[in-house]
């Protein structure tokens, strides 16, 4: 654990700054706390790109029984406002940029370990709202990534910070809950 929470402070303190856009995701799980389930749209992988990156060009093919679990990175680059989309992915990490390292868990659906993001008791509907866009408004996540790790810092609404990172203690740690 403590090896985990260094090495998530080094890609906070390191890492490069990338904001992802979020898309609602259900359901949300009472029992572990006050936290919101995030996805994103770069998780969802155009088929084409997908094919391409994994070498299987043909149609009748089984991607989801054939790579699930499989590792793959996610080359991204940032528009003018610092939001980060897919420019290819590839089975082989790259030498260079801005990349995540991800997992395929379904028919070109890529989880990246960021998938739950704690928050401070009471405010887990507020930002799950947000996030639905029931109230108008967009949630970005500043993520800071370093050679493929990303890690939460906080979440931002329409620029404006609406939670930050704890405590060492409480820092989001990826794993493979989402």
Do not use: C
């Amino acid at each position: 654990m403590l090896h985990s929470q260094a090495v998530n402070f080094a890609v906070l303190a390191l890492g490069e700054q990338v904001l992802l856009e979020t898309r609602p995701v259900d359901p949300r799980d009472i029992l572990r706390g006050d936290y919101v389930i995030l996805g994103y749209d770069i998780s969802l992988i155009d088929e084409e790109m997908l094919k391409n990156a994994l070498g299987e060009m043909d149609e009748n093919f089984d991607y989801g029984a054939s790579y699930t679990g499989r590792e793959v990175f996610v080359a991204l680059q940032k528009d003018d406002n610092g939001i980060g989309t897919v420019q290819f992915v590839s089975k082989e990490r790259p030498s260079e940029g801005l990349y995540l390292r991800g997992v395929l868990d379904r028919w070109n659906e890529i989880s990246y370990g960021i998938g739950v993001y704690y928050v401070p008791e009471g405010t887990g509907q507020e930002i799950e709202d947000k996030i639905r866009g029931m109230d108008e408004t967009q949630i970005l996540v500043d993520v800071r990534v370093l050679r493929g790790r990303p890690v939460i810092k906080n979440l931002i609404d329409f620029k404006k910070t609406i939670h930050e990172s704890v405590s060492q203690d409480d820092s989001q740690i990826p794993g493979n809950d989402d």
